[in-house]
């Protein structure tokens, strides 16, 4: 799949949620490989800020990203309806700092990305793909994050509050793309026993009940609800009566529920990566959210390259005799016995390194190991491959490579293993040639790498 930016770009006004200000954000389309983006045009030498995990520095009461003395808050609406679009690269302009907070979900952020729409861009998408089970508890507050294997990107999301408005809730997206539809336009949400103290941290000075959905629950005096409405700039209600304070109704029976998985979008957008994993969160928060973000891109760091998923079961897309129609080796020299995935720019291949392989009896009698320079032909034999699949009547042509640059060999290789062999083109195709980087797996774990230069020359 390829990256996307937005089509055009769009403007969005209004209130900043917690300095009262009035902000307009615009969206521009982006490079590829650019991210996320915020860029504050009202500072003297308007920063950019990039929108990652890292830079997030609060996590109060929204999430605030900053690069020196340079902020932006209140962005996970915008980065969950981003995200969700499947936009990997876009450029945030903003007067302020803070995003505009709208009625406090993201379904005006959803909506004026559907109205300008998104293009494909030429780059290769690069997702992370859970493979395993990954976990991050908060003993102190109860909360847990829980991301396991899965085809796609899906969210499961709980609440649980003492409160007799609001206890417990559930919330479930199975699929992003039904994301405006089920999660958008869900509200931010606030319990009245907050905003007093929220108010003398210098918070929510644009706080209304068009833009939050405001929680009663604990019985106050009539005197001291009639003080913070005032304060607010809203009706007075009545002391006795519990229940959700807002101008408008409820868009869904469980929407604090949904928001809060909302909020988890917009922060998990920050690992700046899309991911493929279901993610289970209990009593999430920007706080853990961001925690696990974090993690996330540690993992991502730490994992440098991830192996190809291998499924046996799957039809390959070139079986042993396909190949041999395209590459002119045979025994005991070819070394691919198939090919599982190809795109324009990479492609991954397959060995199955058997007990009988002919170099073993030399290779050590008595401890046998698969020669580098095979596994480096085995690469390059794959990487042929996708070169050959660019040319038309590729049986007609063979490919040479003239340059190995940068071999590094990590791991050995026994009878037993299998070999998933991953090339991408480092450059377009010029003149014949081609560059490409490998990278040969067994498992997880890389085994080589090496770079490869190679020319297409039609047979005589």
Same mark, same amino acid.
């Given at each position: #799949?390829?990256?996307?930016?937005?089509?055009?770009?769009?403007?969005?006004?209004?209130?900043?949620?917690?300095?009262?200000? %009035? *902000?307009?954000?615009?969206?521009?389309? @982006?490079?590829?490989?650019?991210?996320?983006?915020?860029?504050?045009?009202?500072?003297?030498?308007?920063?950019?800020?990039?929108?990652?995990?890292?830079?997030?520095?609060?996590?109060?009461? =929204?999430?605030?990203?900053?690069? =020196?003395?340079?902020? *932006?808050?209140?962005?996970?609406?915008?980065?969950?309806?981003?995200?969700?679009?499947?936009?990997?690269?876009?450029?945030?302009?903003?007067?302020?700092?803070?995003?505009?907070?709208?009625?406090?979900?993201?379904?005006?952020?959803?909506?004026? $990305?559907?109205?300008?729409?998104? &293009?494909?861009? !030429?780059?290769?998408?690069?997702?992370? $793909?859970?493979?395993?089970?990954?976990?991050?508890?908060?003993?102190?507050?109860?909360?847990?994050?829980?991301?396991?294997?899965?085809?796609?990107?899906? $969210?499961?999301?709980?609440?649980?509050?003492?409160?007799?408005?609001?206890?417990?809730?559930?919330?479930?997206?199975?699929?992003? @793309?039904?994301?405006?539809?089920?999660?958008?336009?869900?509200?931010?949400?606030?319990?009245?026993?907050?905003?007093?103290?929220?108010?003398?941290?210098?918070?929510?000075?644009?706080?209304?009940?068009?833009?939050?959905?405001?929680?009663?629950?604990?019985? #106050?005096?009539?005197?001291?609800?009639?003080?913070?409405?005032?304060?607010?700039? &809203?009706?007075?209600?009545?002391?006795?009566?519990?229940?959700?304070?807002? %101008?408008?109704?409820?868009?869904?029976?469980?929407?604090?529920?949904?928001?809060?998985?909302?909020?988890?979008?917009?922060?998990?957008?920050?690992?700046?990566?899309?991911?493929?994993?279901?993610?289970?969160?209990?009593?999430?928060?920007?706080?853990?959210?961001?925690?696990?973000?974090?993690?996330?891109?540690?993992?991502?760091?730490?994992?440098?390259?991830?192996?190809?998923?291998?499924?046996?079961?799957? &039809?390959?897309?070139?079986?042993?005799?396909?190949?041999?129609?395209?590459?002119?080796?045979?025994?005991?020299?070819?070394?691919?016995?198939?090919?599982?995935?190809?795109?324009?720019?990479?492609?991954?291949?397959?060995?199955?390194?058997? =007990?009988?392989?002919?170099?073993?009896?030399?290779?050590?009698?008595?401890?046998?190991?698969?020669?580098?320079?095979?596994? *480096?032909?085995?690469? @390059?034999?794959?990487?042929?491959?996708?070169?050959?699949?660019?040319?038309?009547?590729?049986?007609?042509?063979?490919?040479?490579?003239?340059?190995?640059?940068?071999?590094?060999?990590?791991? !050995?290789? *026994?009878?037993?293993?299998?070999?998933?062999?991953?090339?991408? #083109?480092?450059?377009?195709?010029?003149?014949?040639?081609?560059?490409?980087?490998?990278?040969?797996?067994?498992?997880?774990?890389?085994?080589?790498?090496?770079?490869? #230069?190679?020319?297409?020359?039609?047979?005589?």
């Amino acid at each position: #799949m390829k990256q996307k930016t937005l089509k055009e770009s769009f403007v969005i006004s209004g209130k900043g949620l917690h300095t009262g200000l %009035n *902000v307009t954000a615009t969206f521009l389309p @982006a490079a590829e490989n650019t991210g996320y983006k915020i860029q504050r045009v009202d500072l003297p030498d308007q920063p950019i800020i990039d929108a990652v995990a890292e830079s997030v520095v609060e996590t109060t009461r =929204g999430t605030v990203i900053a690069r =020196g003395e340079a902020r *932006v808050s209140t962005i996970e609406h915008a980065m969950a309806a981003l995200y969700c679009a499947d936009i990997d690269n876009c450029l945030i302009q903003v007067d302020a700092p803070e995003l505009p907070i709208l009625d406090g979900s993201a379904i005006v952020y959803a909506e004026a $990305i559907e109205r300008v729409g998104v &293009v494909e861009q !030429k780059a290769e998408k690069d997702y992370f $793909i859970i493979k395993s089970k990954i976990e991050l508890v908060d003993e102190a507050t109860g909360s847990s994050i829980v991301v396991l294997p899965d085809d796609e990107f899906s $969210i499961n999301a709980m609440v649980a509050y003492d409160s007799p408005i609001l206890s417990n809730q559930f919330a479930a997206l199975d699929h992003v @793309a039904d994301f405006k539809q089920q999660i958008a336009a869900s509200r931010t949400f606030v319990f009245v026993r907050e905003i007093e103290p929220l108010l003398k941290h210098g918070l929510i000075k644009g706080g209304d009940l068009d833009n939050a959905i405001v929680i009663y629950d604990r019985v #106050m005096e009539q005197e001291e609800l009639d003080r913070l409405a005032d304060s607010l700039g &809203v009706d007075r209600k009545p002391a006795h009566q519990l229940g959700y304070l807002n %101008n408008k109704p409820l868009v869904y029976e469980n929407e604090p529920a949904r928001h809060k998985l909302l909020d988890i979008l917009g922060d998990i957008a920050l690992v700046g990566r899309p991911i493929r994993g279901r993610i289970l969160a209990t009593r999430p928060g920007h706080t853990i959210n961001n925690k696990f973000a974090r993690f996330l891109c540690k993992e991502i760091r730490r994992q440098d390259l991830q192996a190809p998923i291998y499924d046996p079961n799957k &039809v390959p897309l070139m079986d042993t005799n396909k190949i041999r129609s395209l590459l002119p080796h045979r025994y005991p020299f070819l070394l691919v016995d198939k090919v599982i995935e190809m795109g324009e720019k990479h492609i991954v291949g397959v060995k199955n390194v058997s =007990g009988n392989e002919p170099f073993f009896q030399g290779h050590f009698p008595q401890e046998p190991v698969m020669p580098g320079v095979l596994i *480096v032909e085995a690469m @390059a034999q794959t990487g042929g491959l996708l070169v050959l699949s660019s040319v038309d009547d590729p049986e007609r042509y063979s490919t040479y490579f003239m340059k190995i640059d940068n071999v590094k060999f990590r791991q !050995k290789v *026994v009878p037993g293993d299998t070999l998933v062999f991953h090339l991408s #083109m480092m450059t377009e195709l010029r003149r014949g040639c081609a560059y490409m980087k490998g990278y040969a797996f067994v498992g997880e774990k890389i085994v080589a790498e090496a770079e490869f #230069m190679a020319q297409i020359i039609k047979n005589k």
